[in-house]
């Protein structure tokens, strides 16, 4: 396969757990394309957050698509706002939380995938709303 392409209406999302404030919009990942990474857009609800996580071996890359929020990373926090981009090097624990009155979109990209990606599959789906298309179709 020469390229791939992710289109919104086929797109699946899912939540990893069902109290969970974020969750996933696949893109590219190994179950699709055969890839060793992972290519998700990741939303977090107002004052939503990512638990508390690190990697063993992976880079994640964060690229703030809309809304605004804080990364914390090893003790550090900054804001992070639409067209702030992020980079986490492996063994960093970090948090990534939506300090805005609405969805925080991000393009998030971990590589390798770690087995992020099977464990977002494992979780239960979600359905976009309008507002998800919206933000996700650049409307």
Known sequence: MAFSVAQLEQ?????????????????????????????????????????PNEHAAAHEFFHVLHGEGVARCDGKTVPVRKGDSLLLHPGSEHVIENTGAGKLYTLTVMTPNEGFSELIRSGDPVELDAEDLRILGGI
């Open 11 to 51: 797109a699946k999302a899912f939540r990893i757990s069902p109290k969970d404030t974020n969750y996933f919009v696949m893109l590219f990942d190994q179950a699709t394309d055969a890839i060793k990474n992972i290519f998700v857009v990741e939303i977090f609800r107002p004052g939503g957050a990512t638990p």
